[in-house]
């Protein structure tokens, strides 16, 4: 048996001297409230505060980092695994089956971050004393499926116990927030708020875009029939977002390119879109207009405005077609920044009232692009290490590559972007260890002095997510 | 003088705590067999056994990682190092004379992994007690001639001295392995496994296209006069190898780039190309193809497929005019691998049968593209840190920039890929002195615990490149 | 009250072994003296060698670095931060108020090499005591200011104390250089010496070509009516600087292209350019072929060419209309270097006689373009870590991702490239120190013994420069 118990210095520098000063920053921030302004966690969750089902679909069928790594050894198939197809067919719906899959080869997940999150989860959420394995899994099934049958385990208990301020999803233009009411109606104080992304209406080439705008449509009460309307009906449900607490809007992008259409070219782009005659090329440049509009809308409402660029999405069709999106098919690519944010930096960028978040998955931009642009346009920032980057050695690189150009302050904090619930309180720990540790580093190089680092792992940690979401 | 000695802890963080745990993940590693599953060591070696004729014949000539330092110093031309050109001209043909400029200007390879490898051979394998330098150069060589001139240091014997248990070379596809079959003949029980590598028939851009086609003619006995030929050919030559050992193929392209054509197009474009008239888009597009046709081709006899594009090969065309291929003028560029290789994987990725194992020289895509790929995808592997980047910081990055997000599962071992047969001990002893000490540094931050590290160093050293190319 | 004190061991790695063998090494090369052989201090401080007016005007208004920081978090525009604007407007004037701002935002360079130049310029070079904030803003600017009224703050009473050997300014092609012959005729010992930066008259492009070509033309006294005479004027000017003491020349491009045309294509482009009729493409090719031709004239007249792209000038064209050039809005981008560089180092590369000194922005060009190919062509050498990558962390990614390929050899020492006279000392501490601790990481990790290590400390200290730029 091999005992899971974590090391209080976990993730620190093995120098002693290293070591010491980040386990005291880190006990400075340790406790500090989580604030989570961008993920995906369901929020019928909260509206309904029912039990998780069972172990299986508590941690595994919601988690594509944990089942794209037992599908790409070639162990199981996504069918195998009980992940639901688009039609919602489940072909494997014995959740133990699938469970003993995962335990015995829990070993893959050693020195990635789902490994060390499930560490923390199984340990610190639910008290479990072994590390899985092929041997113990079903006796740590059956432990968990005990404590998730419990009242300590319903999802709004456990927000409280995990000390979240403030948790944002992530929800369609033409979402009716129900949940999000239902919560507000309820009487329970947590605060789970809408983040607005319009992306399955603003993108062109989305198969379902025409359906989308229908139901954009539904959503205001007409039809979208033109340019101006689609305009006025985003407007609209921004306000209607930010009535309901949004303080963010979030707009994930094949590039980062910007550039402003006059209203006749947006005009015509519109209407070829709406007989259902759109060309890539249109595609690209209503996107990049999109973005002019958002930024402008942004000075207008003060939602903040995310943007995230870099990502092939389903690019493994075979498992598109069949189980549609977020199953572990999106690939990084290449992602430039100095030319695509261009027009819209100039016309917007210097305008202290607006706050811009560019991410990235594509890692040689920290140094090269977006610490200089974050480093010198009052209105951008960097969001944190992003998606695969979210991890000790990505969130390390983040800290080397950006720190020195962009200083810490034109950065935004912690996000977790998250659809397991559960994993939150172990990334933001990640999180502020990794940073507890990169500070304690220039301390010990004297680099920075030991009270300037417990003010930056503060700010890091707490006041920088606040400021930057408005929260 | 300065002495020669090795530290039993070189390569490991001065961390006394890391140091002591990567020492003994090291011991547990360094005594297991080499498995060299890539690599251009000539197979004549083995076959005729003869002792190397001197020095420099030795350590310098077939070794253009170390002629390429003097060279870029503009210390001496390759004319004067004694590199033969196209036509086996020497210009040189005095190698104490050239081994003197080699010691003289030994000081420059500090901090390379030439310079690593050359004191591990020196001190390792030929007993030297001193530095190279100018002054003791001389006195160096006549000890290295000494020991070459005895049977001890013979070809088959350094091979069972190194505890190889398997070598690979590559070898056109219209090689006839006179050297692989004499080898066997000879009833010498060392390892030497042909690797088939088809690329100067498959890249129609290949000068010597129409010649490298007629000798694939001669090796199955009749004219490639039709694409239809040219597939079966191919098709009975990868038989052929793996008659003789082979388990893998190797691709080296100027691109990721991967398209089916339809059949018409791909004879089409053969037809012109058989009469002469290849496009740079036909070859693009013909070598797009092939690759498509290699992996299908390994999906029926199971060979493993290496790709490993990105390499501008023969940059300094002086040279290449006067001295030909692989003379240390090869330069790395960009590489793409989300888009290029998405058609490849969509129709062969999930297929668990096939192996095909991707390298790169553009360490940017590591995280990026690479490991996201070799995450998702059943058939894809990461091949190692390669050529330039297998070097102590190389190695370091490579693991800290894919492991997060590929695991260590998705890897593939080591693999030297040198035409220095000596340097093959000083490679692997490199390699798995980086590994453990990487694992040392995860054990000694608690991210995972020592008997995990054990296990994986020995899955990395040895079983997965086992798995990989089937040996 | 927080103490400002520099630790000695500052940068240097906290682990003791490491720690004690990089002080070593740095004492071997701390008191060297300073070679600058690129930057952009105003020669005519020294001509003049008047009392710096105030605080303000020496450290914040020439320094880019520190005004765009409180720029990009909107406490300041530049009007309130007194930067004039194009016209030589100032639109705040009280260097207090000025100095106030900087003060109480001091903590945003935390982390930042500009924090770590300023503490050790605050510190070392004015004796300050305290760590500059909100509260002793003001305190601190009146010590300082008393300093600077003294005689032993003046220009060369600096230079001769930061035991500056050479100091290289940056020079238009048509500067009379009458700073330099001032300099000269005052019989003060102080070498300052001249660079030719020939980009105004280079780059058709720029705006303001014409002009600059008329004032090219009053330089040499003739109309520069055609091509030849435009080849003609470089080549006098280029004499010209020489004999002013120059050893190297400079280019600052936006792609690496290098490309030659015929005579005839280069004359049609002049000629089109002198009617103004330039096209982006024209210029494009004009820099690419000038670049060839900077590099022949630099066989013949032996100044080292250094070439540096990948900067997108005055990005923001709010500050750039109003402000002008360099105003810490130059954003880096993408650069390649395989094939842009392939036609210059194909026809110059080979020859011994040429140093080409290739700069990047883009460090992903590091290990996978320019190592390379300055480890193989004897004329090319690498610059180092450059602009925003000059600091602890660009520093260190610098020498990790070029040494094993490129070796320390085929390297030219440290540029501090600055505008900001005071900083120099600061900056080439922060180098050697950097230098200093990765060379103790080779020894303490038996890479390199500690003998190799001091010698190598003294090459990237002081001969490398010297050679490089031939002083």
């Not at 505060?49 to 595994?60: E, G, S, V």
């Amino acid at each position: 048996m091999s005992e899971l118990k974590l090391s209080p210095d976990r993730f620190f520098d093995p120098n002693p001297s290293v070591r010491k000063i980040a386990r005291e920053i880190y006990n400075s921030v340790k406790s500090l409230p989580i604030i989570s302004p961008h993920g995906h966690v369901d929020p019928s969750l909260f509206s309904e505060n029912k039990p998780f089902p069972n172990p299986t679909q508590l941690f595994l069928i919601p988690d594509h980092y944990i089942y794209r790594m037992l599908y790409s050894q070639g162990l199981a198939t996504l069918e195998e695994l009980g992940i639901p197809d688009i039609n919602g067919n489940v072909y494997e719906s014995n959740p133990k089956k699938i469970w003993d899959i995962f335990a015995s080869n829990y070993y893959l997940f050693n020195g990635t971050p789902s490994g060390v999150w499930l560490d923390y989860e199984f340990s610190q959420v639910f008290g479990i004393k072994e590390k899985l394995n092929a041997k113990n899994g079903m006796k740590i099934y059956e432990q968990l499926q005990k404590k998730i049958n419990g009242k300590n385990f319903l999802p709004r208990t456990l927000f409280d116990k995990f000390n979240i301020q403030a948790l944002s999803t992530t929800d369609a233009a033409f979402d009716d927030l129900r949940h999000h009411k239902k919560i507000k109606e309820s009487g329970w104080k947590g605060k789970i708020i809408p983040c607005f992304r319009p992306d399955s209406v603003t993108d062109l080439s989305n198969s379902k875009w025409n359906e989308s705008i229908k139901l954009l449509g539904k959503s205001v009460g007409y039809e979208i029939s033109s340019y101006k309307k689609f305009i006025s009906a985003l407007e609209e449900r921004r306000t209607f977002f930010k009535s309901m607490g949004a303080t963010s809007t979030d707009h994930g992008v094949f590039s980062a390119y910007t550039h402003e259409l006059t209203v006749k070219e947006a005009e015509a782009i519109y209407n070829k879109a709406f007989k259902g005659k759109t060309t890539p090329e249109d595609a690209r440049l209503f996107t990049a207009h999109m973005l002019m509009e958002m930024a402008r809308m942004s000075i207008d409402d003060g939602l903040t405005m995310q943007i995230h660029p870099g990502s092939f999405r389903n690019h493994n069709e075979v498992i598109f077609n069949k189980f549609g999106l977020d199953k572990g098919c999106d690939i990084p690519m290449q992602t430039e920044f100095t030319f695509n944010l261009k027009e819209l930096l100039n016309k917007f960028g210097n305008n202290k009232n607006l706050t811009v978040i560019i991410f990235t998955l594509d890692e040689t931009a920290y140094s090269r692009e977006l610490a200089p642009l974050a480093g010198h346009y009052p209105a951008m920032k960097l969001g944190p290490a992003w998606w695969f980057h979210d991890s000790l050695e990505g969130m390390m690189r983040y800290r080397q590559m950006t720190t020195e150009t962009a200083g810490f302050y034109n950065t935004v904090g912690f996000n977790d972007d998250t659809r397991a619930f559960v994993s939150i309180p172990a990334r933001h720990d990640v999180a502020r260890r990794v940073d507890s540790n990169f500070l304690a580093g220039l301390v010990a190089k004297h680099v920075i002095n030991k009270s300037e680092a417990l003010q930056i792992a503060k700010d890091l940690t707490y006041n920088l997510v606040k400021k930057a979401y408005k929260l």
